[in-house]
Protein backbone atom coordinates (compact mmCIF):
# COMPACT_ATOMS: atom_id res chain seq x y z
CA UNK A 1 0.00 0.00 0.00
CA UNK A 2 1.16 3.17 -0.84
CA UNK A 3 2.36 5.91 1.87
CA UNK A 4 2.96 9.49 1.75
CA UNK A 5 4.70 11.16 4.27
CA UNK A 6 5.36 15.21 4.21
CA UNK A 7 7.69 17.20 6.65
CA UNK A 8 7.74 19.57 8.50
CA UNK A 9 3.59 19.34 9.58
CA UNK A 10 3.53 22.51 10.61
CA UNK A 11 6.22 25.37 9.48
CA UNK A 12 5.99 29.17 10.69
CA UNK A 13 8.77 31.76 9.22
CA UNK A 14 9.71 34.70 8.72
CA UNK A 15 9.31 36.69 5.18
CA UNK A 16 12.60 36.30 3.04
CA UNK A 17 13.71 32.86 4.65
CA UNK A 18 13.89 30.00 2.39
CA UNK A 19 12.69 26.81 3.31
CA UNK A 20 11.60 23.36 1.99
CA UNK A 21 9.21 20.92 2.91
CA UNK A 22 9.71 17.08 1.94
CA UNK A 23 7.33 14.53 0.66
CA UNK A 24 8.13 11.12 0.99
CA UNK A 25 6.54 7.82 -0.50
CA UNK A 26 6.53 4.05 -0.26
CA UNK A 27 6.56 2.63 -3.57
CA UNK A 28 7.43 3.63 -7.08
CA UNK A 29 5.14 6.14 -8.94
CA UNK A 30 5.34 7.80 -11.99
CA UNK A 31 4.20 11.14 -11.16
CA UNK A 32 3.86 13.49 -8.48
CA UNK A 33 1.55 16.34 -7.75
CA UNK A 34 2.21 19.53 -5.06
CA UNK A 35 -1.01 21.91 -4.04
CA UNK A 36 -1.73 25.08 -2.00
CA UNK A 37 -5.19 25.07 -0.30
CA UNK A 38 -6.30 28.54 1.48
CA UNK A 39 -8.51 28.13 4.61
CA UNK A 40 -11.77 27.06 3.81
CA UNK A 41 -10.78 26.99 0.01
CA UNK A 42 -10.11 24.53 -2.87
CA UNK A 43 -7.16 22.88 -3.77
CA UNK A 44 -5.06 24.63 -6.30
CA UNK A 45 -2.70 22.59 -8.40
CA UNK A 46 0.64 23.60 -8.30
CA UNK A 47 3.34 21.50 -9.87
CA UNK A 48 2.92 17.93 -11.45
CA UNK A 49 6.42 15.88 -11.76
CA UNK A 50 6.88 13.31 -13.97
CA UNK A 51 10.27 11.77 -14.24
CA UNK A 52 13.02 11.38 -12.20
CA UNK A 53 14.84 14.65 -11.81
CA UNK A 54 12.12 17.09 -12.72
CA UNK A 55 12.14 20.41 -11.84
CA UNK A 56 9.70 23.03 -11.94
CA UNK A 57 9.44 26.54 -10.76
CA UNK A 58 6.69 29.19 -10.36
CA UNK A 59 7.62 32.50 -8.67
CA UNK A 60 9.01 31.82 -5.08
CA UNK A 61 8.36 27.77 -5.20
CA UNK A 62 10.38 25.52 -7.04
CA UNK A 63 9.23 21.37 -6.93
CA UNK A 64 11.57 18.70 -7.49
CA UNK A 65 11.45 14.65 -7.58
CA UNK A 66 13.91 12.17 -6.97
CA UNK A 67 11.80 8.87 -7.82
CA UNK A 68 15.26 6.62 -6.81
CA UNK A 69 14.64 8.34 -3.25
CA UNK A 70 10.99 8.70 -3.66
CA UNK A 71 11.07 11.76 -2.43
CA UNK A 72 10.42 15.24 -3.48
CA UNK A 73 10.61 19.13 -2.20
CA UNK A 74 8.53 22.34 -2.23
CA UNK A 75 11.64 24.46 -1.96
CA UNK A 76 10.54 28.30 -0.68
CA UNK A 77 12.48 31.16 -1.56
CA UNK A 78 12.57 34.51 -0.01
CA UNK A 79 9.09 34.01 1.76
CA UNK A 80 6.56 36.50 1.39
CA UNK A 81 3.26 36.69 3.80
CA UNK A 82 1.03 35.91 0.40
CA UNK A 83 2.49 32.23 0.38
CA UNK A 84 1.38 31.53 3.75
CA UNK A 85 -1.50 28.09 3.32
CA UNK A 86 -1.24 24.29 3.09
CA UNK A 87 0.66 22.31 1.08
CA UNK A 88 0.25 18.97 0.03
CA UNK A 89 1.90 16.41 -1.93
CA UNK A 90 0.10 13.63 -3.74
CA UNK A 91 1.30 10.76 -5.21
CA UNK A 92 -0.26 8.75 -7.66
CA UNK A 93 -0.86 4.87 -7.15
CA UNK A 94 -0.29 3.61 -10.60
CA UNK A 95 -2.22 -0.22 -9.63
CA UNK A 96 -5.13 1.58 -7.78
CA UNK A 97 -5.07 4.39 -10.39
CA UNK A 98 -5.76 7.03 -8.01
CA UNK A 99 -3.70 9.88 -5.73
CA UNK A 100 -3.02 9.19 -2.16
CA UNK A 101 -1.73 12.40 -0.30
CA UNK A 102 0.52 13.30 2.41
CA UNK A 103 -0.87 15.04 5.71
CA UNK A 104 -0.44 18.24 4.62
CA UNK A 105 2.56 21.15 5.59
CA UNK A 106 0.67 23.66 7.46
CA UNK A 107 3.15 27.23 6.58
CA UNK A 108 2.43 30.32 8.37
CA UNK A 109 4.95 33.27 7.26
CA UNK A 110 5.71 36.46 9.55
CA UNK A 111 6.17 39.62 8.37
CA UNK B 1 -6.96 23.21 -17.31
CA UNK B 2 -10.33 22.51 -16.54
CA UNK B 3 -13.13 24.37 -14.60
CA UNK B 4 -15.22 22.30 -11.63
CA UNK B 5 -18.43 23.74 -10.65
CA UNK B 6 -19.52 22.07 -7.27
CA UNK B 7 -22.58 22.95 -5.53
CA UNK B 8 -24.18 23.22 -3.03
CA UNK B 9 -20.89 25.12 -1.82
CA UNK B 10 -22.51 24.52 1.91
CA UNK B 11 -25.28 23.25 3.70
CA UNK B 12 -26.39 22.59 7.05
CA UNK B 13 -28.63 19.45 7.65
CA UNK B 14 -30.76 17.28 9.88
CA UNK B 15 -29.27 14.40 11.14
CA UNK B 16 -31.08 11.11 9.40
CA UNK B 17 -31.67 13.20 5.94
CA UNK B 18 -30.12 13.16 2.79
CA UNK B 19 -27.73 15.29 0.53
CA UNK B 20 -26.57 15.32 -3.00
CA UNK B 21 -23.73 17.26 -4.40
CA UNK B 22 -23.37 17.88 -7.76
CA UNK B 23 -20.34 18.50 -9.85
CA UNK B 24 -20.24 19.45 -13.44
CA UNK B 25 -16.84 19.82 -15.19
CA UNK B 26 -16.59 22.26 -18.56
CA UNK B 27 -15.19 19.72 -20.78
CA UNK B 28 -14.60 15.89 -20.98
CA UNK B 29 -12.56 14.16 -18.47
CA UNK B 30 -11.17 10.61 -18.26
CA UNK B 31 -11.63 10.10 -14.09
CA UNK B 32 -14.11 11.84 -11.78
CA UNK B 33 -13.09 11.43 -7.78
CA UNK B 34 -15.10 12.61 -4.89
CA UNK B 35 -13.23 13.12 -1.58
CA UNK B 36 -13.42 13.88 1.97
CA UNK B 37 -11.70 16.51 4.14
CA UNK B 38 -12.24 16.89 7.63
CA UNK B 39 -11.48 19.68 9.25
CA UNK B 40 -7.74 20.40 9.88
CA UNK B 41 -7.17 17.02 8.37
CA UNK B 42 -5.99 15.92 4.59
CA UNK B 43 -7.56 14.58 1.71
CA UNK B 44 -9.52 10.80 1.83
CA UNK B 45 -10.13 9.16 -1.27
CA UNK B 46 -14.33 8.18 -1.23
CA UNK B 47 -14.78 6.85 -4.39
CA UNK B 48 -14.11 7.24 -8.31
CA UNK B 49 -17.07 7.70 -10.42
CA UNK B 50 -16.95 5.55 -13.28
CA UNK B 51 -19.18 6.56 -16.34
CA UNK B 52 -21.96 4.58 -17.04
CA UNK B 53 -21.27 2.22 -14.02
CA UNK B 54 -21.05 1.12 -10.85
CA UNK B 55 -18.72 4.07 -8.71
CA UNK B 56 -15.83 2.04 -7.55
CA UNK B 57 -15.58 2.38 -3.81
CA UNK B 58 -12.39 3.17 -0.99
CA UNK B 59 -12.46 1.10 2.10
CA UNK B 60 -14.36 1.88 4.60
CA UNK B 61 -17.11 3.35 2.12
CA UNK B 62 -19.93 1.95 0.83
CA UNK B 63 -22.37 2.34 -1.81
CA UNK B 64 -25.35 2.46 0.42
CA UNK B 65 -24.04 5.29 2.50
CA UNK B 66 -22.65 7.67 -0.22
CA UNK B 67 -24.45 6.54 -3.73
CA UNK B 68 -22.91 7.92 -6.68
CA UNK B 69 -24.02 8.89 -10.23
CA UNK B 70 -21.54 9.25 -13.51
CA UNK B 71 -24.05 9.46 -16.14
CA UNK B 72 -21.64 11.40 -18.68
CA UNK B 73 -18.32 12.74 -19.58
CA UNK B 74 -18.68 15.70 -17.52
CA UNK B 75 -21.14 15.17 -14.71
CA UNK B 76 -21.35 13.15 -10.95
CA UNK B 77 -23.26 13.39 -8.17
CA UNK B 78 -22.47 12.41 -4.69
CA UNK B 79 -24.94 11.52 -1.93
CA UNK B 80 -24.29 11.37 1.86
CA UNK B 81 -27.36 9.21 3.00
CA UNK B 82 -28.97 9.65 6.47
CA UNK B 83 -26.48 11.57 7.79
CA UNK B 84 -25.05 11.84 10.92
CA UNK B 85 -22.64 14.69 12.66
CA UNK B 86 -19.60 12.42 11.79
CA UNK B 87 -20.70 13.06 8.23
CA UNK B 88 -19.86 16.71 8.59
CA UNK B 89 -16.45 17.70 6.35
CA UNK B 90 -15.83 19.14 3.30
CA UNK B 91 -16.69 16.88 0.27
CA UNK B 92 -14.71 17.77 -3.03
CA UNK B 93 -14.90 16.54 -6.36
CA UNK B 94 -12.13 16.10 -9.02
CA UNK B 95 -11.50 15.42 -12.62
CA UNK B 96 -8.54 14.29 -15.03
CA UNK B 97 -8.51 13.52 -18.42
CA UNK B 98 -6.21 14.07 -21.29
CA UNK B 99 -7.04 17.86 -22.20
CA UNK B 100 -6.05 18.44 -18.43
CA UNK B 101 -2.62 17.26 -18.99
CA UNK B 102 -2.60 14.71 -16.19
CA UNK B 103 -3.41 17.73 -13.72
CA UNK B 104 -6.37 16.29 -11.50
CA UNK B 105 -8.42 19.43 -10.81
CA UNK B 106 -10.73 20.31 -7.85
CA UNK B 107 -14.06 22.28 -7.73
CA UNK B 108 -15.09 23.96 -4.79
CA UNK B 109 -16.39 22.11 -2.15
CA UNK B 110 -18.94 21.80 0.16
CA UNK B 111 -18.56 22.27 3.44
CA UNK B 112 -21.37 20.32 5.33
CA UNK B 113 -22.31 20.55 9.04
CA UNK B 114 -24.82 18.04 10.07
CA UNK B 115 -26.60 18.82 13.44
Known amino acids: ELKVEQNPLFLSMQEGKNYTIYCNYS?????LYWYRQDPGKSLESLFVLLSNGAVKQEGRLMASLDTKARLSTLHITAAVHDLSATYFC???????????FGQGTRLTINP | SAVISQKPSRDICQRGTSLTIQCQVDSQVTMMFWYRQQPGQSLTLIAT?????????ESGFVIDKFPISRPNLTFSTLTVSNMSPEDSSIYLC????????????FGSGTQLSVL
Open chain 2, 94 to 105: SATGVRTNEKLF
Open chain 1, 27 to 31: TTSDR
Open chain 1, 90 to 100: AVHDQGAQKLV
Open chain 2, 49 to 57: ANQGSEATY
